[in-house]
C-alpha cells in the first residue's frame, strides 16, 4: 500500500483483491449492517460498484482508490472483523483476522495522515 498524493491510495492486487472483495460480499450478503449507510459511509449500492470495479481492474495492475472508498472499506473492514471474529473471519474471508487489523491501521494512517484539517 503506497500513497503519492493525499486524495489516492495504491493497493497491490495480490494483498488486497481478495480481502476487498470478500469484505464487501460479507456486508452485502453475509449478515445485515444496521443502519447500513451510517455505518459504513454509503449505500449498498455503492458498496457494490465500487467493488465491482475492483475486480473490473486488471489482475496485475494496481488498485487505486480514492479517499473515501478507503473510508468506505475502511469501514466494512471494521464491521467485517467485529461480526465475525478471529475464526469465523478467516473462514469467511480467506485471510487472517491480524491482517484484517493491519489492513485498518494501514487505512486509518493514510485516511489520518491526509485529513482536511492537516493539509492546511
Known sequence: ??????????????????????????VINGFKVNDFEKAIGASEQQVKT??????????????????????????????????????????RTGCDFELGRQRIQQMDQFLGENSPEERT
Not at 465491482?52 to 489482475?59: F, L, S, Y
Open 1 to 26: 500500500m503506497k500513497w503519492s498524493d493525499i486524495e489516492r491510495l495504491e493497493l497491490d492486487p495480490d494483498e488486497w483483491d481478495l480481502l476487498f472483495w470478500n469484505v464487501a460480499n460479507e
Open 50 to 91: 465500487i467493488a465491482n470495479h475492483m475486480r473490473a481492474m486488471p489482475k496485475n495492475s494496481p488498485i487505486i482508490i480514492d479517499r473515501n472508498q478507503a473510508l468506505i472499506f475502511r469501514n466494512a473492514l471494521a464491521i467485517v472483523l467485529k461480526e465475525l471474529g478471529i475464526d469465523e473471519f478467516h473462514t
